[in-house]
Structure formats: C-alpha cells, structure tokens
C-alpha cells in the first residue's frame, strides 16, 4: 500500500501486566496493544501515587470523607490502564525511558499459561504470557479476565495459544 493510503495507527486496548520480581515484589506495565504493535508502557511508582493523589484531591472537593477518598484512590489506580486508550501510541511510547514497542508482525507466538496463587488470605487464578518475538521473549502475568485474554486473540489470532479448555471468541472492533 502506498505511504499516502497507509492507515494511521490506533489503539485497540490495553491490558495491565505484571513482572515478578524478588521477595514477592512486582514491576507494573500496560501491554497498550494497536493496530501496527504492541507497545510495553512501565507503570512508574510516581505514576501511580499522581494518580492516587488526584483522586483523593477530587474526592476531597466532592465532599467525601476519609472511606470515599480511600475508595477512589483505590479505583484510580486499578483503572489506570484506562487513559492509554485516549493516547496517541507514539505518546505512549515516549512517555518513560524504558517503553518499548514490538510490531505485530514480529510477534511470532504469545503463550498463555493458568497459574494458580496461594497466599495466606486468599486462592486465585492469573495468567502468566509469554511473547515470543524476534526481538526476544518477554514474560509477564495479567489477570485471568476474558476481555484481556479476547483482545489478543482479536489482534494476533492463532498466534496466541491458550490453556486447553480455553476457548474465546473475539469480537471485530472497528
């Protein structure tokens, strides 16, 4: 396709991820996913405590007490992820040092495997993926949630290999 009938790149989703590090810590990112690739934006400390800050001060201006301003801090930080769906990718991309983009077509396979967490207090489920890509392998967890695992079905299809019993059907944005 000529450059002057080249479609303008967008964003389709995005899906916070997670990286495990030592002592049960992990390093937070979003897999913005667009139409042209799927850019591994970090979730710095700093942003997470602006974001936290700017609700309790909006909450605070509404009125609400102590529990209200503590319920949205709480929403604003799980909802981050949200405003990369209004961002421009190259704005994404540019936004901290260690943002990185692999484009869809070197995206070869991206495994998804069910891991089970126990802790003390709780039982869950989450999923670890693994991206292969020629650019290397990248490994991180996400939540065991069907929009997530539809998404990257939707974009690269029979290259995401999913737990056996799995079986999603994406729906066609756009």
Avoid: C
Avoid at 55 to 77: H, M, P, V, Y
Wanted: proline share 4%; glycine share 10%.
């Amino acid at each position: 396709m000529p450059a002057s009938q080249t479609q303008p790149e967008t964003v389709v989703g995005a899906i916070p991820l997670r990286r495990q590090r030592s002592l049960g810590r992990q390093d937070s990112f979003v897999g913005v996913v667009t139409s042209q690739r799927l850019i591994i934006a970090q979730m710095t400390n700093e942003m997470m405590k602006e974001a936290a800050q700017q609700a309790r001060e909006l909450a605070k201006a509404a009125g609400k007490g102590f529990l209200g301003q503590w319920s949205d801090q709480l929403k604003a930080t799980f909802g981050y992820t949200r405003r990369y769906l209004t961002m421009e990718p190259s704005a994404v991309l540019s936004e901290t040092p260690g943002n990185f983009g692999i484009g869809n077509g070197a995206i070869g396979e991206i495994k998804v495997e069910l891991k089970r967490i126990s802790t003390q207090d709780q039982n869950r489920r989450e999923f670890e993926i693994k991206i292969e890509s020629s650019s290397g392998e990248f490994d991180f967890r996400m939540d065991e949630d069907d929009d997530y695992a539809n998404l990257l079905k939707q974009v690269y299809g029979e290259r995401v290999k999913m737990p056996f019993g799995y079986s999603f059907h994406p729906v066609k944005i756009g």
